[in-house]
């Protein structure tokens, strides 16, 4: 048995916290409901993020257009800030309210991992960056992950169920169990250049039996034009200093005329390794920074109750919408109610009113390029 929530029991509402089945119990006992506003807001980001990529809505809205509300919020994969809403929900209390849990849930896990994958993309400057993390994670997730990874910005992804969600092609190697199966590491490359079909890059593994330059001139030697990169994934106590190794395999490489040949790293990268490595690497494997990001810790909080502003400690009361200036970039959080001049354009989009969903999400594919886009407009933090 897998200890998982099936679809039905997110919809129905049970993978929810049981304050608010009490609460939904308290209230329908008093007879007390209310029309209410609320928001999601992240207050402070992870370290050392300072910006993030809004992702998880696909599936919020899966639980939000079952119900009689109203939503604005950021279309999936837009670019946000401390402070900043990215979503609001109108409507009902207790038609909305017992389902905190499941929205926090879906945004929070989505939003961490696309940011991290963002933030991989953005460090490696242009390298291509591929995902190896669903092997860290519940493989009943492992689609989210991957989802999410590719919309961050990644390049492609290894699982082939999460590849297959995506309409594109998994992307990966060969594994150190098929080359240790083999019995040596020129023999592997040979089987893979003569049994994968040909439009996959010959990619290999060379640090699997003996010191990486020798073994990356043997398979350069064997494969010869059909090899497109050599695959460093050497274990953190036999690695040393990681570029020096790197940088001697592609002067060998050079020196012998392999120039085509590409150096693709794995292994605990992640965006700080890859700001290092950049300087010698072409491509990276990314696994468990993106897969075990660290989830954006969003909150639900009412902002309005039958049309009065109001709000717990800490938090600002009355509906906002995030709008940004055409002319120079910058973004204000204002109240629903007050006028903005013509430069500003909102960011906010009608998603459902009154139960009528009005927002079509993107395809992936669209939201990775959206994502890409705005990275152009952000720097890395915390280096």
């Known amino acids: 048995?897998?200890?998982?929530?099936?679809?039905?029991?997110?919809?129905?509402g049970q993978v929810t916290d049981v304050y608010f089945e009490r609460t939904r119990h308290m209230l329908t006992e008093l007879g007390r409901d209310a029309h209410v506003a609320v928001e999601f807001i992240l207050k402070k980001f992870p370290r050392p993020n300072n910006w993030g990529i809004f992702a998880g809505l696909e599936e919020a809205m899966t639980i939000l257009k079952r119900l009689p509300v109203s939503v604005d919020g950021l279309p999936e994969g837009s670019l946000f800030f401390e402070d900043e809403p990215v979503l609001t929900i109108e409507g009902r209390y207790l038609?909305?309210?017992?389902?905190?849990t499941a929205l926090l849930g879906l945004l929070s896990q989505a939003t961490g991992v696309a940011t991290r994958a963002a933030r991989c993309k953005k460090a490696a400057a242009g390298r291509p960056v591929i995902s190896f993390g669903a092997r860290r994670m519940h493989p009943a997730i492992a689609p989210m992950i991957e989802r999410n990874a590719f919309i961050g910005g990644c390049d492609g992804v290894a699982s082939v169920a999460a590849a297959q969600l995506l309409n594109i092609k998994p992307s990966g190697t060969t594994p150190h169990a098929f080359i240790l199966l083999v019995?040596?590491?020129v023999a592997a490359a040979q089987a893979f250049d003569r049994h994968i079909e040909p439009e996959v890059p010959r990619a290999i593994l060379i640090d699997t039996f003996n010191d990486e330059k020798f073994e990356a001139l043997r398979v350069a030697e064997a494969l010869g034009d059909h090899l497109a990169y050599i695959r460093l994934d050497t274990p953190s106590n036999r690695r040393g200093d990681f570029v020096s190794l790197a940088r001697e395999i592609r002067w060998e490489l050079d020196l012998r005329g392999y120039h085509h040949v590409k150096?693709?790293?794995?292994?605990?990268?992640?965006?700080?390794?890859?700001l290092q490595y950049n300087v010698i690497a072409d491509a990276y494997g990314v696994g468990t920074a993106i897969s075990n990001a660290p989830v954006m810790d969003f909150a639900m909080d009412i902002v309005e109750i039958d049309g009065r502003p109001i709000a717990k400690r800490g938090?600002?009361?009355?509906r906002k919408h995030l709008w940004r200036n055409r002319k120079t970039g910058?973004?204000?959080v204002q109240p629903v109610a007050h006028e903005i001049n013509g430069d500003m354009e909102p960011l906010f989009v009608q998603m459902m009113r009154a139960g009528k969903l009005l927002y079509q999400p993107q395809p992936?594919?669209?939201?990775?390029?959206?994502?890409l886009q705005q990275l152009e407009r952000v720097?890395?933090?915390g280096f």
């Open 1 to 12: 048995m897998f200890h998982l929530a099936s679809a039905e029991d997110i919809l129905s």
């Open 263 to 274: 150096i693709f790293l794995s292994g605990g990268i992640d965006e700080e390794k890859i």
């Open 364 to 371: 992936p594919t669209e939201i990775r390029k959206y994502v």
């Open 379 to 381: 720097e890395l933090a």
């Open 315 to 318: 938090k600002k009361s009355g």
């Open 95 to 100: 038609d909305f309210g017992p389902y905190e």
């Open 330 to 332: 910058e973004r204000i």
């Open 183 to 185: 019995g040596d590491t």
